[in-house]
Nanobody
Framework: QVQLVESGGGLVQAGGSLRLSCAASGSIFGINAMRWYRQAPGKQRELVATISSGGSTNYADSVKGRFTISRDNAKNTVYLQMNSLEPEDTAVYYC??????????????WGQGTQVTVSS
């Protein structure tokens, strides 16, 4: 059994910062790419940032220069540091990860989501 649990969301004023965490636990053999998505009310879920197992990163144009994705492989955890937050960043943020279990079965796992609200 594998779980992803996000934390760190909340309410912040425009221009502020938040740091999201997503910890994977369970019968994990290895983790490949890890990602953050977000979904605002009435909108489709969008990819925010990706980090490979080797640490290569990619970002959506809307967050480049403001958000930073990182990971701690020893803790099976991915982070999203969000600076200069804007009201448009308000959304539920989800992490996912390509995880190989100890049964050598690989699949995509999702977290439950954490709410980020940015007030103007």
């Amino acid at each position: 059994q594998v779980q992803l649990v996000e934390s760190g969301g909340g309410l912040v004023q425009a221009g502020g910062s938040l740091r999201l965490s997503c910890a994977a636990s369970g019968s994990i053999f290895g983790i490949n790419a890890m990602r953050w998505y977000r979904q605002a009310p009435g909108k489709q879920r969008e990819l925010v940032a990706t980090i490979s197992s080797g640490g290569s990163t990619n970002y959506a144009d809307s967050v480049k220069g403001r958000f930073t994705i990182s990971r701690d492989n020893a803790k099976n955890t991915v982070y999203l540091q969000m600076n200069s937050l804007e009201p448009e960043d308000t959304a539920v943020y989800y992490c996912n990860a390509d995880i190989i279990t100890t049964s050598l079965y690989g699949r995509l796992y999702w977290g439950q989501g954490t709410q980020v609200t940015v007030s103007s």
